[in-house]
């Protein structure tokens, strides 16, 4: 009988405790990313761009992941940094294909494209957001992009 309740005891407490790891794990995932968030808010780029690229390191599941790509692949762009930016689109894409970011993250792209001059690379992005992803509001403004290079090449 002692056994049994010792069992039953071990069965409760577990998912109790795994509950309370899983807590802390996300408290420790939102306070890293939040550390990077504070580096952008006082515009220390490059402390925001090592929080979040350890936040991507150590957070393999974390809930901030695209929301780090996103900040990271921004810095790198508002700095004219665009291959570096196309490359942190691409992993984002890489990592979340079928949300949000994922298609924002080709919109992205293509414009970094637009920006090194790099049309024919632009327009296959826009191309492919618009097949993959026909109903989205990306996909509009894929379309508004591609018919602005047209004019801009006639």
Request: contains cysteine; proline residues 2%; hydrophobic residues 40%.
């Amino acid at each position: 009988m002692k056994n049994i309740i010792m069992v039953i005891l071990l069965l409760v407490s577990l998912p109790l405790a795994a509950q309370e790891k899983r807590t802390m794990q996300q408290e420790a995932d939102d306070k890293k990313f939040q550390q990077g968030l504070f580096f952008v808010s006082i515009n220390e780029h490059q402390k925001a761009l090592n929080e979040f690229y350890e936040y991507l390191d150590i957070y393999v599941d974390g809930l901030h992941r695209a929301k780090a790509y996103r900040f990271i692949a921004a810095i790198y762009f508002d700095n004219s940094q665009y291959t570096k930016a196309v490359s942190i689109y691409k992993r984002l894409f890489e990592e979340f294909p079928l949300t949000d970011d994922g298609m924002y993250s080709l919109f992205q792209i293509g414009i970094c494209y637009t920006k090194m001059g790099f049309e024919d690379d632009a327009v296959k992005a826009f191309t492919q957001l618009i097949k993959e992803y026909p109903d989205s509001n990306y996909a509009k403004d894929a379309s508004t992009m591609l018919e602005l290079l047209k004019i801009a090449n006639n």
